[in-house]
């Protein structure tokens, strides 16, 4: 049990799954083996306290809620120390920070980038797709929603445009390795923690285990890791946690994400993360208790 006057940690969920992931579980353990209160909620029931720090871990409804939840961030920020920054966590959370990410060298998947209330042309699908396929995402989203493999001849229906047309949208090359799976490097407190082998089912592209995926641990090769370095360097934006997730391509590693805002840490496969993780919280806690 915390003592009167211990470090607040707040862990913000959903309010469709409110409890902590088993990942997550980890963590607010090795906190409160730390001597720290844990306070667990959905993010929309948080209201923060001054003194506290607050870590978006599984608020995986916010791109339903996307102005909701950048008010909240922003009204977080004003009293409780966010981690990560909001900063960090805003620019996150739309897809348009890999064209940044590109533009500083940093290789995708052949994309193209649309504002809100535009759909791609047959030009664009041409140029992306070529003779092969893409796949067309809404930039704000999480979990896959709303993602459509596409062709030259193939669009989503109508229905299927609104959410792709709300907050704008992407398209890319559909990249056939990711059948071999998809690698995440946790990186976390300034240094690579661990990483793991996303597998998708038979037939699938999205390697989420709302899709059937499977996950095991990886020990990531040389040139891959310093890969993930390079995308986490040009963001140039505060952190504590991240996750880079990378398809192996013949022609090299290829940025899918660089997750800043909620991303699974997969710390039931590298729970030496979450400790250090919770120290990296509990520093914030007592920056914030002097500041």
Not at 27 to 50: C, M, N, Q, S, Y
Not at 84 to 91: K, Q, R, V, Y
Request: some cysteine; aromatic content about 8%.
């Amino acid at each position: 049990m915390p003592n009167p006057g211990s470090p607040r940690v707040i862990l913000a969920t959903c309010a469709h799954l409110p409890g902590l992931t088993p990942s997550d579980a980890i963590l607010r353990r090795a906190l409160e083996e730390r001597g720290a209160e844990v306070i667990v909620a959905p993010w929309d029931a948080i209201t923060p306290e001054l003194g506290s720090v607050v870590a978006p871990r599984s608020t995986w409804d916010y791109y339903l809620h996307w102005p909701e939840f950048r008010d909240w961030i922003e009204r977080t920020a004003s009293r409780a120390a966010l981690c990560n920054p909001a900063e960090t966590l805003l620019w996150n959370g739309d897809k348009i920070y890999l064209r940044e990410l590109a533009a500083r060298g940093v290789a995708l998947p052949r994309t193209r980038w649309f504002e809100a209330g535009e759909r791609p042309g047959a030009a664009a699908f041409a140029e992306v797709c070529g003779d092969g396929k893409g796949v067309l995402k809404p930039r704000i989203s999480g979990t896959a929603y709303a993602t459509f493999v596409v062709d030259a001849a193939t669009r989503p229906a109508e229905p299927q445009w609104r959410p792709l047309e709300r907050w704008g949208s992407l398209l890319q090359a559909f990249v056939p390795e990711i059948a071999g799976g998809e690698v995440s490097l946790v990186f976390i407190a300034g240094a690579f923690s661990h990483a793991v082998l996303k597998r998708p089912a038979d037939g699938e592209f999205r390697v989420q285990n709302d899709h059937g995926g499977t996950v095991e641990p990886l020990a990531p090769g040389r040139q891959l890791l310093a890969f993930a370095e390079r995308a986490i360097a040009a963001a140039g934006r505060p952190w504590v946690y991240a996750r880079v997730d990378v398809v192996e391509t013949a022609s090299g590693p290829l940025l899918m994400e660089l997750e800043m805002l909620e991303p699974d840490l997969f710390f039931t496969e590298g729970p030496e993360g979450a400790e250090r993780l919770a120290g990296a919280l509990l520093s914030r806690t007592r920056a914030v208790a002097t500041s």
